[in-house]
């Protein structure tokens, strides 16, 4: 039977069920709070876990072969005057995202619904407890993933910037050479205008050179054949 069903801002993308079951741990088998996380990896599971269970004081382990955490010694007064110990086994469903399934032994005793109604309570508002710190959890992820994100646009837009500048320079560069070229377009308009009128003027010499050329030449021909 489904007792809870938890949902947090979809942005954080944590969204979980609560139920009581029997299921088997290192110890036998017992009941338990089966939790199921559809849209969260294993490891994001397995990392909030063993931070959030610090909290209660006692000593937690992972057992490998088991795969299973295991506190021992857990401090949750309004559950047990006693220390607590508390067996959870995490389940990676890979695109289902995981299961989380939790045990209390509160000494004798395994916590279940129907003999310690109070004390599931309790167990319930610690588990709720802890989806809420797993959404915060993945959203304090998604918002490390999001800055990265923006501070590579930030990068992007500074290179545009920096590109625009430095276009902005080749063109004053650009209009620059181009008044420079205009100005030696004018002094070569002008040089070659001059030159033009020199030629001018060295043509008129040279026509008049010619002339006294030839008269020089005929002067002495003619004093030749006398």
Do not use: H
């Amino acid at each position: 039977m489904i007792l809870a069903t938890l949902g947090y801002n979809a942005m954080a993308q944590v969204k979980a069920t609560m139920k009581e079951e029997m299921r088997s741990n290192s110890k036998g088998s017992f009941s338990c709070i089966v939790m199921d996380f559809p849209a969260t990896s294993y490891d994001k599971v397995k990392d909030s876990w063993n931070s959030f269970i610090k909290e209660y004081k006692g000593k937690t382990d992972y057992t490998k072969k088991d795969k299973e955490f295991f506190t021992d010694d857990a401090s949750i007064k309004d559950m047990s005057e006693n220390t607590v110990d508390i067996y959870a086994r995490l389940t990676d469903r890979e695109d289902k995202g995981s299961e989380f399934a939790v045990w209390f032994n509160l000494g004798v005793n395994y916590l279940s619904q129907k003999d310690f109604p109070k004390q599931y309570d309790v167990a319930q508002k610690l588990l709720e407890k802890f989806s809420k710190k797993l959404s915060a959890d993945v959203l304090e992820d998604q918002l490390k993933e999001e800055e990265k994100k923006m501070r590579k646009i930030e990068d992007e837009l500074k290179d545009f910037e920096k590109e625009e500048s430095k276009r902005k320079s080749d063109i004053e560069d650009y209009k620059a050479t181009i008044k420079k070229m205009e100005d030696n377009i004018k002094k070569a308009e002008d040089d070659i205008k001059k030159a033009i009128e020199n030629q001018g003027i060295k043509k008129t010499e040279l026509s008049d050179q010619k002339k006294k050329v030839t008269e020089v030449e005929n002067a002495l021909k003619s004093y030749k054949s006398k």
